[in-house]
């Protein structure tokens, strides 16, 4: 069974860059079985896809965000990480790292089977 | 864009049918995924692939999925229930959700 676990800061300055780190055991963040992807949720809102990566490298973002973020792999540490620029108050929200498995198809159409238990950003001077 | 319709609350007394819509055009050629979510905790998949049921998950969490309409039905609905559900799908290597529904329990 995954398990994925987020860290990194809890505040950041507006204008500044945001970075998240998803640490995930029980499987291999390189497996084809698997794809990775960071999901927000703004206090009282509801879920907001941020963007995913596949064992290949492929990057898929939200066209809203596409141009502030950034998902990269990191093999070596079994992780994942978030880097999302110029941010403002709009950005604070309880951020989630997930997982699907796609083992058994498409991973254009699997569900998000393993969620990290969020962290929450908030972006304030 | 694609866009997923829910209504924002559904409520139904302890020991009756919820039916939470989620609507999107030509929802039915997609794979819609359902998630409960309880406050202050992580989603969980309770239903994928329109109707399948992950393992752990109650009989009673059902979806079905035609034309423009998909729909979680949890029947027998207990005050555990209550919590926020979100449906899912992928648009051009995309994830979409819905809105979210709170289920009430009254």
């Known amino acids: 069974q995954l398990q994925l676990q987020e860290s990194g800061p809890g505040l950041v300055k507006p204008s500044e860059t945001l970075s998240l780190t998803c640490t995930v055991s029980?499987?291999?963040?390189?497996?084809?079985?698997?794809?990775w992807g960071w999901i927000r949720q703004p206090p009282g809102k509801g879920l907001e896809w941020i963007g995913s990566i596949y064992y290949s490298g492929s990057t898929y973002y939200n066209p809203s965000l596409k141009s502030r973020v950034t998902i990269s792999v990191d093999t070596s540490k079994n992780q994942f990480s978030l880097k999302l620029s110029s941010v403002t108050a709009a950005d604070t929200a309880v951020y989630y790292c997930?997982?699907?498995?796609?083992?058994?198809?498409?991973?254009?159409?699997?569900?998000?089977?393993?969620w990290g238990q969020g962290t929450l950003v908030t972006v304030s001077s | 864009s694609y866009v997923l319709t829910q209504p924002p609350s559904v409520s139904v007394a302890p020991g009756q049918t919820a039916r939470i819509t989620c609507g999107g055009n030509?929802?039915?050629?997609?794979?819609v995924h359902w998630y409960q979510q309880k406050p202050g905790q992580a989603p969980v998949l309770v239903v994928y692939d329109d109707s399948d049921r992950p393992s752990g998950i109650p009989e009673r969490f059902s979806g079905s999925n035609s034309g423009n309409t998909a729909t979680l039905t949890i029947s027998r609905v207990e005050a555990g229930d209550e919590a926020d559900y979100y449906c899912q799908v992928w648009d051009s290597s995309s994830v979409v959700f819905g809105g979210g529904t709170k289920l009430t329990v009254l």
């Open positions: 997930a997982g699907g498995d796609c083992s058994g198809g498409s991973c254009y159409s699997s569900p998000i089977d393993y």
């Open positions: 030509n929802i039915g050629s997609k794979s």
């Open positions: 029980g499987g291999s963040i390189s497996s084809s079985s698997y794809y």
